[in-house]
């Protein structure tokens, strides 16, 4: 290669001895390469032995590998959630605050929703001061796109038919709290006066923003239009009432959020997200991993490549979605897709063997449906006249659950069933425990038959 050519060359130039180098110059030169070089070497060696050492490690402990499956928004993520506050409470602790930024988006996305449907029933025209607040809440709501992107770490997710009706959604990838963790290095707690610097600038621009509009918020959420809204046409997340109702505390301007508050965060999963936990189990140690998956229908089939080395599936079932529609078809009934996706669990021939756990969810806000008078067999014809109350409603989905596993199952599988809000602590760690327990046992079984 000319020389002229490797000048060209930025990254090649910057490595060549200057043209005009004295032997003592080359001397150092060399040393000072030879240096760089023993460095670099050690730090391939450190990463070398870092790894074998994972791999001793891994081999030493059996590997359990458990599935999370469940359509969108059946509470994949939540459980998740509730596993890493049972094995590994410390590190909940560590990453709430990388959820504030999503409790802002959550709030702002209720507010455009609230405000969308109002504009559809013509509402502003009739109650000027709903006109009002629209007035002082829009500039609020017209942060939702930003935001998104930040949460989402620039990733711009449209028309891939499983975006919300009130437009942007963010997405959760791996390792976005590492990424989130990296550009806040000082946390509020701190009293870092720098702080406000390390703050992406949609984030900041949310919070300052929810503070000023607290009220106006306040009184969005409890205007008697809105609250007969939310508990008929109008589809709002199950957290949306939540956070709504908590606004006072979350524009407080140190405000971090609570372990409950990241329970109620919503976030879709994007693609598969893995998750390790080295826990003792029956006596034994023991890596657990758990896969938690997007569950809207255009992420599915990234499901299929965990089928073939997974141990355990526990699928999500959210009861409560009995009046909701699917936002990827808004013509599938969300309990009809719940089941159609179980028949095709139950029947798949590489998953015939797998421990299978089936939670039954969300019967906090199917209760309170309920008790609000919705009435299943205006949603599910073959309902019928049933008594629209919680016992008759749940063992009749329960059935139909149980009833598509007895049709599709082949082999010598059993079906655990558990009825659960995981967003309630103390219930879901009691099921954690029992269905962990079991699992193992099965692994173990399996194991001796090998
Ligand atoms: N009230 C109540 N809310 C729940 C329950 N389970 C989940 N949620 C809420 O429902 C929303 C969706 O839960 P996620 O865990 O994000 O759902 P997901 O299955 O991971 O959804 P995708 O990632 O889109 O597949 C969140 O706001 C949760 O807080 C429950 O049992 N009761
Ligand atoms: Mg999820």
Same mark, same amino acid.
């Not at 240096?35 to 030493?60: F, T, Y």
């Not at 693609?271 to 006596?283: N, W």
């Not at 079932?317 to 028949?343: C, G, M």
């Given at each position: 290669?000319? @020389?002229?050519?490797?000048?060209?060359?930025?990254?090649?130039?910057?490595?060549?001895?200057?043209?005009?180098?004295?032997?003592?110059?080359?001397?150092?030169?060399? &040393?000072?390469?030879?240096?760089?070089?023993?460095?670099?070497?050690?730090?391939?060696?450190?990463?070398?032995?870092?790894?074998?050492?994972?791999? @001793?490690?891994?081999?030493?402990?059996?590997?359990? &590998?458990?599935?999370?499956?469940?359509?969108?928004?059946?509470?994949?993520? !939540?459980?998740?959630?509730?596993?890493?506050?049972?094995?590994?409470?410390?590190?909940?602790?560590? +990453?709430?605050?990388?959820?504030?930024? *999503?409790?802002?988006? /959550?709030?702002?996305?209720?507010?455009?929703?609230?405000? $969308?449907?109002?504009?559809? %029933?013509?509402?502003?025209?009739?109650?000027?001061?709903?006109?009002?607040?629209?007035? !002082?809440?829009?500039?609020?709501?017209?942060?939702?796109?930003?935001?998104?992107?930040?949460?989402?770490?620039?990733?711009?997710?449209?028309?891939?038919?499983?975006?919300?009706?009130?437009?942007? $959604?963010?997405?959760?990838?791996?390792?976005?709290?590492?990424?989130?963790?990296?550009?806040?290095?000082?946390?509020?707690?701190?009293?870092?006066?720098?702080?406000?610097?390390?703050?992406?600038?949609?984030?900041?621009?949310?919070?300052?923003?929810?503070?000023?509009?607290?009220?106006?918020?306040?009184?969005?959420?409890?205007?008697?239009?809105?609250?007969?809204?939310?508990?008929?046409?109008?589809?709002?997340?199950?957290?949306?009432?939540?956070?709504?109702?908590?606004?006072?505390?979350?524009?407080?301007?140190?405000?971090?959020?609570?372990?409950?508050?990241?329970?109620?965060?919503?976030?879709?999963?994007?693609?598969?997200?893995?998750? +390790?936990?080295?826990?003792?189990?029956?006596? &034994?140690? %023991? /890596?657990?991993?758990?896969?938690?998956?997007?569950?809207?229908?255009?992420?599915?089939?990234?499901?299929?490549?965990?089928?073939?080395?997974?141990?355990?599936?526990?699928?999500?079932?959210?009861?409560?979605?009995?009046?909701?529609?699917?936002?990827?078809?808004?013509?599938?009934?969300?309990?009809?897709?719940?089941?159609?996706?179980?028949?095709?669990?139950?029947?798949?021939?590489?998953?015939?063997?797998?421990?299978?756990?089936?939670?039954?969810?969300?019967?906090?806000?199917?209760?309170?449906?309920?008790?609000?008078?919705?009435? %299943?067999?205006?949603?599910?014809?073959?309902?019928?006249?049933?008594? /629209?109350?919680?016992?008759? *409603?749940?063992?009749?989905?329960?059935?139909?659950?149980?009833?598509?596993? @007895?049709?599709? *199952?082949?082999?010598?599988? *059993?079906?655990?069933?558990?009825?659960?809000?995981?967003?309630?602590?103390?219930?879901?760690?009691?099921?954690?425990?029992?269905?962990? $327990?079991?699992?193992?046992?099965?692994?173990?079984?399996?194991?001796?038959?090998?």
């Amino acid at each position: 290669m000319l @020389r002229h050519d490797v000048l060209e060359d930025p990254l090649t130039a910057a490595l060549q001895p200057p043209l005009d180098e004295t032997p003592e110059e080359k001397t150092k030169r060399l &040393k000072r390469e030879i240096k760089a070089k023993r460095v670099s070497d050690g730090i391939d060696v450190a990463l070398r032995a870092e790894r074998d050492e994972l791999k @001793r490690r891994r081999a030493q402990r059996p590997e359990v &590998k458990l599935l999370l499956l469940g359509q969108a928004s059946s509470g994949k993520s !939540t459980l998740l959630k509730q596993f890493q506050l049972y094995y590994a409470p410390d590190m909940v602790d560590a +990453q709430r605050s990388s959820w504030r930024p *999503v409790v802002y988006f /959550n709030i702002i996305k209720a507010i455009a929703g609230i405000l $969308d449907a109002l504009e559809q %029933v013509a509402y502003f025209d009739s109650h000027p001061e709903l006109a009002q607040l629209r007035m !002082t809440l829009l500039p609020l709501a017209d942060l939702e796109p930003a935001l998104a992107v930040q949460i989402s770490g620039g990733v711009y997710v449209t028309g891939t038919g499983t975006s919300s009706p009130y437009g942007q $959604d963010a997405y959760v990838r791996p390792g976005w709290q590492t990424l989130a963790k990296g550009k806040m290095k000082s946390s509020r707690t701190t009293g870092d006066s720098a702080y406000s610097s390390h703050i992406p600038a949609a984030e900041e621009t949310a919070a300052w923003r929810i503070a000023a509009c607290k009220d106006d918020i306040h009184a969005l959420w409890l205007h008697p239009a809105v609250q007969a809204l939310s508990k008929k046409q109008l589809q709002l997340e199950d957290s949306a009432a939540f956070f709504l109702e908590s606004i006072q505390r979350i524009a407080w301007p140190d405000y971090v959020p609570s372990v409950d508050d990241v329970l109620h965060v919503r976030l879709q999963t994007l693609g598969v997200t893995e998750h +390790q936990f080295e826990v003792s189990l029956l006596g &034994k140690n %023991v /890596n657990l991993c758990l896969y938690d998956v997007g569950g809207a229908r255009g992420h599915r089939p990234k499901w299929v490549p965990y089928f073939d080395s997974a141990h355990a599936i526990i699928f999500l079932a959210p009861l409560s979605a009995y009046d909701q529609y699917l936002e990827e078809d808004r013509r599938t009934n969300r309990i009809d897709d719940s089941l159609q996706l179980w028949t095709e669990i139950c029947k798949n021939q590489v998953l015939k063997n797998l421990h299978l756990v089936l939670f039954l969810n969300k019967t906090d806000v199917l209760k309170a449906k309920l008790a609000a008078g919705i009435k %299943v067999k205006k949603y599910i014809t073959s309902f019928g006249d049933r008594p /629209n109350e919680y016992t008759e *409603v749940s063992q009749y989905f329960r059935a139909h659950f149980l009833q598509v596993h @007895r049709r599709n *199952v082949t082999g010598r599988r *059993v079906l655990y069933t558990h009825f659960t809000s995981v967003i309630d602590t103390k219930a879901t760690q009691t099921i954690i425990v029992n269905v962990a $327990d079991s699992i193992m046992r099965d692994y173990f079984a399996e194991a001796r038959l090998v």
